[in-house]
């Protein structure tokens, strides 16, 4: 079957200071989900305001990046000092929408992050990074600003090995086989679970998040189904490493991935009594992460930040989900 067309682009084809004044208004959400990062989270922080936001100029011209939020998922270490000392507004994920259900999960917390930023265009920037570079936000939001036909960046990078052990396993033996059985138009992307991608809200706030790690390959398929494979392209990133986990932690992953896909693959009836816990001959059952979160819109505790500043300008008291 043919793959689908996806445009891609290098991260070095966008100057950050030709970009911001490109916006048009836009307003830029840079955020970090975190939990226990306090070695990382605040060289990124820096990093970015110091070269990307208003308050250092990029030369005289407008800033690229408008804020810079830390989702504190429950750390118990320095995590959350650290992003505020550098500058980042540091946003508890247990404090966004508290109306709702409690949830968990990286995706529970990207669907918070934006539900707690202001942005039009939110780049999503995983905190764990050590070969971060201000290139990797240049490079995502450079596509978005330039044509508004897309609505999804996805970067992708060379992983190399650290201490024998390299990046990507999870998408190549569980995400790329089933993307290519299912969703061969998708086979294109060549980080389908790559943790730093950007999105328009406008899109996002319409779409279910999976709480797991199933989260990007979820909605990397529900954009395509809605807009198209057009509507997405993916950028070189360079270089990518971090914390690598041990192979033990990646089964569960592997399984909130294949339990997204088989989800939304055609021709599959989806079964509510099929296991949600990984078993290991002598280990304890691990539970996965199956649940989703509903689109944003459908929410009547979400309150965009469009309806917020209308809020103010008419003299009622504003609220904010965080």
Known sequence: ???????SFTSEQFDPAVLARSKNGAIVSVCLPARNEEKTVGSIVEMIRGSLTGEHGLDGHAALVDEVIVMDDGSTDRTAQVAADAGARVVAVRDVLPELPTGSGKGNVLWKSVAACRGDLVVWIDADLTSFDTSYVTGLLGPLLIDPTVAMVKGFYQRPEHNGVGGGRTTEIMARPLISTFFPELAMIRQPLGGEYAARRVVL????????YGVETGLLIDIAALLGTGAIAQVDLGVRTHRSRPLNDLGAQAME????????ADGIEWNDQWSTQLLHPNQAPVTVQTAERPPLVSCPEYVRPSDQIETVGSGREASHAD
């Open 1 to 7: 079957m043919p793959t689908g067309e996806v445009n």
């Open 257 to 264: 991935v294949l339990h997204t896909v088989v989800h939304r």
């Open 205 to 212: 706030e319409r779409l279910p998040f999976c709480q797991g």
